[in-house]
């Protein structure tokens, strides 16, 4: 940080703590509203090694310089108990972010996240192809799951040296599925492939291959999952196979049929654990994804773009409310996420109250999340 923002920012932040109002200047926020976690938890050293929003918006910036593109970031933390993920609430938040960028012709989606909602990708990846005819998505770190279906839909996928994708298939949790010993209230999700893998196993392994032991097979597998959530799953394989073919056919190049399949098997069928790691190289080599390898000093700028917001929000941290409690009472409100750009920002909030209390036991901590949501800062 310059010097002359390092004393802005450290003038402003002494105003914050006495005051504890926002500090702005000609129109544009130029503090964040600091949760009461980081007020607590940051002093003003770490304060200031924090990167504000208009010094990373230069990051930004830069990024956009080198590829051609106006940058947009979707930063979906996972901090331990307040972490975020892909969800269609973030359409409205992408749409002012597009429509401030006016009319871009190329976007590049910086992307971070372990996944989320199946279907928001597509919608997504419709709303910005909506806006530029050229789409590519850069890969700091991970991008797993409902992020490698956004990578999909993507003319290119820039990944760094630590850049991963995952596989697709999806867990799915409905009313039908078995319960949690350990938390009876919670169904415990099934995974689409743990499911046809099953039956896989009864007929290549075991050699079954009469109608009448196959009947038996899926039988014995009816009576301890429910027939309308096993119905499900084999509705989410069908989907998000279509969901694949459908994003792959938004490429301004669409790939041969061929090469489609083998992606979507890939991803889908292939890799035989959810938590699998891709690779740049893999993904290139063996699953025959675009994607592409960046300069040296692109690598450098993605990467000290992501290890800002993990700073920002603390991301390596557990959210402990026992730490931040002072007194009886204690507000709080913690940031888990960030939609950016050159125009603004808008972070994922969770708002709440941790409380002490001594009946019926000494020492009880409750914790309630009042509200969460996006909320735009600048």
């Not at 909602?117 to 700091?140: C, G, K, M, N, Q």
């Not at 899926?218 to 959530?229: G, M, V, Y």
Request: charged share 25%; proline share 5%.
């Amino acid at each position: 940080m310059s010097g002359r923002y390092r004393s802005y920012f450290v003038t402003c932040w002494r105003l914050l703590c006495t005051c504890n109002f926002l500090v702005c200047e000609n129109t544009v926020c130029l503090l964040h509203a600091f949760t009461v976690d980081n007020k607590q938890k940051l002093g003003l050293q770490s304060f200031v090694r924090v990167m504000p929003y208009l010094e990373r918006r230069e990051l930004i910036a830069e990024i956009g310089k080198l590829r051609n593109a106006s940058v947009i970031c979707y930063f979906t933390g996972d901090r331990e108990n307040v972490s975020t993920r892909i969800a269609p609430d973030v359409m409205p938040v992408m749409y002012r972010h597009l429509r401030l960028l006016r009319k871009p012709k190329r976007i590049a989606l910086f992307l971070y996240t372990r996944g989320g909602d199946v279907l928001t990708p597509w919608r997504l990846v419709h709303l910005i192809r909506e806006f530029a005819s050229h789409f590519d998505v850069l890969v700091p770190f991970r991008a797993y799951s409902a992020g490698t279906l956004i990578c999909l839909g993507a003319d290119g996928i820039v990944m760094t040296t630590m850049g991963e994708l995952g596989p697709i298939d999806p867990s799915v949790v409905n009313a039908f599925n078995p319960h949690d010993p350990q938390n009876p209230a919670a169904r415990i999700p099934v995974n689409v492939e743990d499911v046809y893998s099953y039956l896989a196993l009864a007929r290549e392994q075991a050699g079954l291959s009469s109608e009448e032991f196959l009947a038996r097979t899926f039988a014995l597998l009816a009576e301890r999952i429910h027939p309308l959530a096993l119905g499900n799953v084999h509705r989410n394989y069908l989907l998000v196979r279509s969901l694949a073919r459908r994003l792959l056919g938004l490429r301004r190049e669409p790939f041969p049929e061929e090469r489609m399949e083998h992606i979507i098997d890939s991803l889908t069928e292939k890799l035989y654990a959810h938590n699998h790691m891709i690779s740049r190289r893999e993904a290139t080599q063996e699953i025959m994804l675009p994607v592409e390898f960046p300069s040296e000093r692109l690598e450098d700028l993605l990467w000290e773009l992501y290890e800002d917001f993990v700073a920002e929000i603390v991301m390596l941290e557990p959210f402990n409310p026992a730490q931040i409690l002072r007194g009886s009472r204690t507000e709080f409100e913690v940031t888990g996420g960030f939609v950016e750009s050159e125009r603004g920002q808008d972070a994922f909030v969770f708002s709440g109250v941790v409380e002490r209390r001594d009946f019926p036991e000494a020492g009880q901590i409750n914790v309630n999340i009042l509200k969460q949501g996006w909320h735009s800062r600048i």
